[in-house]
């Protein structure tokens, strides 16, 4: 089971869970793979101009490597489809994200996870 304060977020396709999350590993791969900075993915990630399937693939495989490295690219591609959709993924990659940079709460000292950006979570949509 996925634990958001550990930066995992849970990703079910058809009958299969998978715990997604983003490495310091996971995020210098997906830089490679794109060619650029995490930065500039983040932007392209709020634009849906920009936002193309094949980088939803890639990002979905690199949040899957962490926790179950046997998923290849191609079979990240056909998660997509089994998990609800290019919005539904995308919006648990998000998620992912958001998990792996915790805010830290102001009183208390605990770390937690940041809330999702409104309207991008992709459940709802």
Excluded: W
């Excluded at 900075?37 to 101009?49: L, N, V």
């Excluded at 899957?64 to 056909?78: C, F, N, R, S, Y």
């Excluded at 208390?108 to 459940?123: D, L, N, Q, Y």
């Amino acid at each position: 089971m996925a634990n958001p304060l550990k930066g995992e977020i849970e990703l079910v396709a058809g009958e299969v869970a998978y715990t997604l999350k983003f490495s310091i590993d996971a995020i210098c791969s997906l830089e490679e793979r794109l060619g650029k900075g995490f930065p500039a993915i983040a932007i392209e990630m709020q634009d849906p101009r920009r936002m193309t399937l094949g980088i939803v693939r890639h990002l979905l495989h690199a949040s899957l490597g962490e926790m179950h490295p046997e998923v290849t690219l191609k079979e990240a591609g056909e998660l997509i489809v089994a998990a609800g959709g290019m919005v539904e993924v995308l919006g648990k990659v998000s998620a992912a994200i958001n998990a792996a940079f915790p805010v830290k709460a102001e009183a208390s000292g605990e770390r937690r996870p940041p809330k999702p950006p409104k309207g991008r979570t992709g459940s709802n949509s």
